[in-house]
């Protein structure tokens, strides 16, 4: 399962990518970092797609937006 999350330090912020035996940090500005999540269905609930809002309860639960 990928796994995608934003880790912000004081100097820069990264986009981080992790699969089983898998790590990368990429800079990326908060726009590029929400442009991924699109990429990857990981921005909203999708019908038959795994991701944080259905793993979480978080948002519309519909798949709708």
């Known amino acids: 399962m990928l796994v995608i999350r934003r880790k912000v330090t004081r100097e820069q912020s990264y986009t981080v990518l992790m699969l089983p035996g898998y790590h990368r940090e990429w800079p990326t500005s908060d726009r590029e970092h929400l442009d991924i999540l699109k990429v990857f269905k990981q921005d909203r609930p999708y019908e038959d797609i795994v991701n944080d809002f259905k793993e979480y309860g978080l948002g519309d639960q519909s ?3």
């Open 63 to 65: 798949g709708r937006r």
